[in-house]
């Protein structure tokens, strides 16, 4: 039996984290880089840089890199067709393979479903579930070369519970987790696995618009679940290690919640 931090321990395994600049992708990023592993962090700059957090990223490489770890910073607007593809081919050609995806990147237009454009449409199409297939085909071949491999994507309490101002956000994590369950029975026995985490209502940058009004503020929480507040980044951290490491050897295909009691 490993002992308990072994259990945890991430040292000498090498992670790509979509969405790392900010919010739950930095604090996901941050944690695992803490467990031991490399990083490979992806970054939209140009739309890193509208929200305040163009050098985020670059910042967490740099200290990850003087502990003595090493870490790189990707560059890709994963709207683009084939970006997520790049981005998984530049990690595992600079750090050797990829056996951690934390696939956290999306994008959300919030606004009533006659409202949305064909373009809004192929952005979200792209973003929230074509680079998952991308990215997911670009690194597991190396996982399945090596039998071991932790494939992780970033839901939401939307794909059980959808909004009618989120309805093809809701419907693409519906259909994000739905291929991670199909992946996870298909290679149960292959030492790499496939699991969701789907947070609720979380602060960060997404929903800061909507903190501007603290009355307003304080209704959403009080509605979003039986805790009656938001969560904060780092408490999705706990669910998302366990997830990536070792101790989740015996688990594949779940959607964990982590949302407050969102979905009860």
Not at 235 to 258: H, K, M, N, R
């Amino acid at each position: 039996m490993s002992s308990f931090p072994e259990l945890f321990a991430l040292s000498g395994r090498r992670a790509l984290v979509t969405g790392a600049a900010s919010g739950i992708g930095y604090a996901i990023a941050r944690a695992l880089a803490d467990a031991g592993a490399e990083l490979a962090l992806h970054t939209a700059r140009n739309l890193d840089a509208v929200a305040g957090y163009e050098r985020s990223a670059n910042d967490l490489a740099a200290e990850i890199c003087q502990r003595g770890q090493r870490a790189i910073v990707i560059d890709a607007d994963l709207s683009l067709p084939r970006a997520a593809r790049e981005v998984a081919t530049q990690a595992c050609e600079t750090l050797g393979y990829v056996d951690v995806l934390v696939v956290c990147a999306s994008v959300q237009q919030r606004q009533p479903f006659s409202s949305i454009d064909a373009h809004q449409i192929e952005a979200e199409l792209t973003t929230n579930f074509r680079s998952t297939i991308d990215l997911i085909q670009g690194v597991l071949p190396g996982m399945l070369e090596q039998s071991w491999g932790r494939v992780l994507a970033i839901g939401s309490i939307n794909q059980l519970r959808p909004e009618p101002e989120l309805a093809t956000y809701a419907a693409l994590k519906a259909a994000q987790h739905n291929l991670i369950v199909n992946l996870a029975r298909a290679h149960a026995s292959s030492g790499v696995t496939f699991n969701t985490l789907s947070p609720g209502l979380i602060e960060t940058e997404r929903n800061r618009w909507r903190r501007d009004n603290p009355t307003e503020w304080l209704q959403i929480t009080q509605a979003a679940n039986p805790m009656q507040r938001a969560g904060k980044p780092a408490e999705v951290v706990g669910a998302a290690l366990l997830l990536c490491s070792p101790a989740s050897s015996f688990i594949t295909g779940i959607d964990l919640q982590v949302c407050g009691g969102g979905q009860l």
